[in-house]
């Protein structure tokens, strides 16, 4: 099992990532037209009770698998590891049993009481089983990533995305006959189906490397690492004595720290529904609004993301690692990279976004009502995109009740101004969309404060000056392509000229700014050797 850099693990997961946020977008696109706005708000109203009761399960639990293994690896104390992902595995596989058995139990109640909307009912039953496999995904993908093998996880998650949205579209697509809740209910099914083929995938990679480290040169020298460790038998039970307290240690904040986050989401789903009725909206009517919102418009938001959440999976570990050896130069350096990268990829996405509202929102969703929504989020993006990585920053350093404390503000917030807006028909689900903005820009500023308390870090503010001016650049630049280039009435043909015209202008003013240089193309995987300077000694020499 190969071990990745940084920025390797970095570019793996951006690259799996960005394959199944392309791919994600199919059932995006396509579902909506097969069940309707209205049939995304069953079926998205279902999700933040999974999303509360996963963070209960698992929670904390890949983060702190992810931190001690590369602790242990660094050590070299590959049995600790073992011992890590099976306390881990038994945890997770119980609670989410016990779990699975109670949503059953609870599930006619659940939703008919606590979510307005009863045809919930089928979505509800139909995501329960995938807790115990979402659980077990979750351990092995922590492990792997802790060891710095991202190899693993990008593969299961393409093979996971795939599978769900054939089953997705067709699921729903077989039910639709029977009325949009059976229609919610088979596109869930959908999803339970990819997680069930991305465990097996991730299932086999690991007993794939299991078998190569179980030959006789790996047990020979496993036998040695044991005997200086001063192993009594082969139990781990003496090296591993105080790594299940440490497990706790992180994973009990970690998972308050989330809980926040899914609490929040589910009171946000309850809240704005409440609120929408209050302000004279049907049932129906908010229901496909809530759905338009958080099936639709959210997920573009998020869609540059990728880059920030591999960041972040990458950064555990890295700083981890770095920290162990108190190594403060690397952790900044890693900061500095994680941020700037993640401004400087999200920027051009939020542009589009703002500028370009209407015709994205024709050419994927056949619907340019919501895009008002979209445009009064997109400038407000880049809040998300640089919070994912502080978070993971003050996780991997041993901060998660910061990170913890910065949430539960922001939810508060968010939760309150969600139901004072919302309740008011001037606002509606307007409410939740200034919410929403608020949140993120407190969350990612307090985030930012802890972290240059915690490492005496300071922001390069010349940079964020730099990036602005790119992106009032592309903001006129794009506006112009779109409303005054010589194509005809064609939508998508213009708004592809329009982005790409924006693109390039992007790209020139951030080489040009010295944002992005040819030394930073030169870390990356594939491209070293077409950028990293030459040895004028020997040309064909890269530079020492």
């Given at each position: 099992?190969?071990?990745q850099?940084?920025i390797?693990?970095?570019?793996?997961?951006?690259?799996?990532?960005i394959v199944n946020?392309?791919?994600g977008?199919?059932?995006?696109?396509?579902?909506?037209?097969?069940?309707?706005a209205e049939?995304?708000g069953i079926?998205?109203?279902?999700?933040?009770?999974?999303?509360?009761i996963m963070?209960l399960i698992t929670?904390?639990?890949?983060?702190a698998?992810?931190?001690?293994?590369?602790e242990?690896?660094?050590?070299?104390?590959?049995?600790?590891?073992k011992?890590v992902l099976r306390?881990s595995?038994g945890?997770?596989?119980?609670?989410s049993?016990?779990?699975?058995?109670?949503?059953l139990?609870l599930?006619?109640?659940?939703?008919?009481?606590?979510?307005?909307?009863?045809?919930?009912?089928?979505t509800?039953?139909s995501m329960?089983?995938m807790?115990v496999?979402v659980?077990?995904?979750?351990?092995y993908?922590?492990y792997?990533?802790g060891r710095?093998?991202?190899i693993?996880?990008a593969?299961?998650?393409?093979?996971?995305?795939v599978f769900?949205?054939?089953?997705?579209?067709?699921?729903a697509?077989?039910?639709?006959p029977?009325?949009?809740?059976?229609?919610a209910?088979g596109?869930?099914l959908g999803?339970?189906?990819?997680e069930f083929?991305?465990?097996?995938a991730?299932?086999w990679?690991?007993?794939?490397?299991?078998?190569?480290?179980?030959?006789?040169q790996?047990?020979?020298?496993?036998a040695?690492?044991?005997?200086?460790a001063?192993?009594e038998?082969?139990?781990g039970?003496?090296v591993?004595r105080?790594?299940?307290p440490?497990?706790?240690g992180i994973?009990?904040?970690?998972?308050?720290?989330r809980?926040?986050?899914?609490f929040?989401y589910?009171?946000e789903?309850?809240?704005?529904?409440?609120?929408l009725?209050?302000?004279?909206?049907?049932?129906?009517?908010a229901t496909?609004?809530y759905?338009?919102?958080?099936?639709?418009?959210?997920p573009?938001?998020?869609?540059p993301?990728v880059?920030?959440?591999?960041l972040?999976?990458?950064l555990?570990?890295?700083?981890?690692?770095a920290?162990?050896?108190k190594?403060?130069?690397t952790?900044h350096?890693?900061?500095?990279?994680?941020?700037?990268?993640?401004?400087?990829?999200?920027?051009?996405?939020?542009?589009i976004?703002?500028?370009?509202?209407?015709?994205?929102?024709?050419?994927l969703y056949?619907?340019?009502d919501i895009?008002?929504m979209?445009?009064?989020?997109a400038?407000?993006?880049?809040f998300?995109?640089?919070?994912?990585?502080?978070q993971?920053t003050?996780?991997?350093?041993d901060?998660?009740?910061?990170?913890?404390?910065?949430?539960?503000?922001g939810?508060?917030?968010?939760l309150?101004?969600?139901?004072y807006?919302?309740?008011?028909?001037?606002y509606g689900?307007y409410?939740?969309?200034?919410?929403?903005?608020i949140?993120?820009?407190?969350v990612?500023?307090?985030h930012?404060?802890?972290?240059?308390?915690l490492?005496?870090?300071r922001?390069r503010?010349?940079d964020?000056?730099?990036l602005?001016?790119a992106?009032?650049?592309?903001?006129?630049?794009?506006?112009?392509g779109y409303?005054?280039?010589?194509?005809?009435g064609?939508?998508?043909?213009r708004?592809l000229?329009?982005?790409?015209?924006g693109?390039?202008?992007f790209?020139a003013?951030?080489?040009?700014?010295?944002?992005?240089s040819?030394?930073?193309?030169?870390?990356m995987?594939y491209l070293?050797k077409?950028f990293?300077?030459?040895?004028?000694?020997n040309?064909?020499?890269?530079?020492?």
């Amino acid at each position: 099992m190969k071990k990745q850099t940084f920025i390797q693990g970095t570019m793996i997961l951006l690259a799996a990532g960005i394959v199944n946020r392309i791919l994600g977008f199919i059932p995006r696109i396509a579902l909506p037209r097969i069940i309707g706005a209205e049939g995304v708000g069953i079926y998205q109203l279902g999700y933040p009770f999974f999303l509360v009761i996963m963070t209960l399960i698992t929670g904390g639990v890949p983060l702190a698998i992810a931190k001690l293994v590369s602790e242990a690896e660094t050590e070299g104390k590959p049995q600790n590891s073992k011992y890590v992902l099976r306390v881990s595995l038994g945890l997770t596989v119980g609670l989410s049993v016990l779990f699975m058995a109670l949503c059953l139990w609870l599930a006619p109640w659940i939703t008919t009481t606590i979510i307005t909307d009863s045809r919930v009912y089928y979505t509800f039953v139909s995501m329960t089983p995938m807790l115990v496999i979402v659980a077990i995904s979750s351990v092995y993908r922590g492990y792997f990533q802790g060891r710095q093998n991202m190899i693993p996880s990008a593969t299961s998650s393409i093979i996971e995305t795939v599978f769900r949205i054939v089953c997705t579209l067709w699921f729903a697509y077989l039910l639709l006959p029977k009325g949009i809740a059976y229609a919610a209910a088979g596109a869930m099914l959908g999803v339970m189906a990819g997680e069930f083929f991305g465990l097996l995938a991730l299932l086999w990679q690991y007993h794939r490397d299991e078998n190569w480290l179980s030959s006789r040169q790996a047990r020979r020298e496993k036998a040695q690492q044991h005997k200086k460790a001063g192993l009594e038998d082969s139990s781990g039970s003496q090296v591993s004595r105080g790594l299940f307290p440490r497990l706790l240690g992180i994973t009990v904040p970690v998972t308050a720290g989330r809980l926040v986050g899914s609490f929040s989401y589910l009171l946000e789903s309850i809240i704005t529904a409440q609120s929408l009725a209050l302000a004279g909206v049907v049932t129906a009517v908010a229901t496909a609004q809530y759905g338009a919102l958080q099936g639709m418009v959210i997920p573009l938001l998020l869609l540059p993301g990728v880059l920030t959440s591999s960041l972040a999976v990458s950064l555990v570990p890295s700083l981890s690692e770095a920290a162990a050896r108190k190594d403060k130069l690397t952790i900044h350096k890693r900061l500095n990279q994680t941020i700037r990268l993640a401004l400087v990829t999200g920027a051009p996405f939020a542009v589009i976004m703002y500028v370009l509202a209407e015709p994205l929102c024709l050419l994927l969703y056949n619907n340019a009502d919501i895009s008002n929504m979209l445009r009064t989020m997109a400038p407000f993006a880049l809040f998300l995109y640089v919070q994912a990585p502080l978070q993971a920053t003050l996780q991997a350093l041993d901060r998660p009740s910061r990170a913890l404390f910065n949430t539960l503000i922001g939810a508060v917030l968010k939760l309150f101004l969600i139901w004072y807006l919302s309740s008011q028909p001037e606002y509606g689900i307007y409410g939740a969309v200034i919410a929403i903005i608020i949140n993120s820009i407190v969350v990612t500023f307090l985030h930012g404060f802890s972290v240059s308390r915690l490492l005496a870090y300071r922001f390069r503010m010349f940079d964020l000056l730099k990036l602005a001016g790119a992106m009032i650049i592309m903001t006129g630049i794009t506006q112009y392509g779109y409303l005054h280039l010589p194509l005809g009435g064609i939508v998508w043909i213009r708004f592809l000229a329009a982005m790409s015209v924006g693109m390039i202008a992007f790209l020139a003013a951030v080489f040009a700014l010295k944002l992005v240089s040819l030394q930073d193309l030169s870390r990356m995987p594939y491209l070293e050797k077409w950028f990293k300077p030459r040895n004028p000694r020997n040309p064909k020499t890269p530079a020492a």
